[in-house]
């Protein structure tokens, strides 16, 4: 049974750094491409971004590109939402997601079958 674990989230100032991590069970991360979704009440869920299984393909909305950096640990089989200058509209649940070799897009949302319970992000302006 693969199971993902976010951890790191918290309240901080706008243009600070945070960093998440999603650790992985039942499964190696190298086997699996992991996203990062969030959500924010009352509104939909958001890619973020994601990397691929091969460990070399990363893609990111827009709105994080250049701020938001996705990595992963082979050894300690976690991946990482690296965050930085962040903004008060960067405020929601994050969760990671992981999905087994498939042809979907990184984005899409919907291909990701392992989900973890989400971790709190709140960006004070």
């Known amino acids: 049974q693969v199971q993902l674990a976010e951890s790191g989230g918290g309240l901080v100032q706008a243009g600070d750094s945070l960093r998440l991590s999603c650790a992985v069970s039942?499964?190696?991360?190298?086997?699996?491409?992991v996203a990062w979704i969030r959500q924010v009440p009352d509104k939909g869920r958001e890619f973020v971004g994601a990397?691929?299984?091969?460990?070399?393909?990363?893609n990111y909305a827009d709105s994080v590109q250049g701020r938001f950096t996705i990595s992963r640990d082979n050894a300690e089989n976690t991946a990482y939402l690296q965050m930085s200058n962040l903004k008060p509209e960067d405020t929601a649940v994050y969760y990671c997601?992981?999905?087994?070799?498939?042809?979907?897009?990184?984005?899409?949302?919907?291909?990701?079958?392992?989900w973890g319970q989400g971790t709190q992000v709140i960006v004070s302006s």
């Open positions: 997601a992981g999905r087994a070799h498939g042809a979907y897009l990184l984005s899409s949302i919907e291909s990701y079958t392992y």
């Open positions: 039942g499964r190696a991360v190298s086997t699996i491409s």
């Open positions: 990397i691929h299984w091969n460990g070399r393909t990363t």
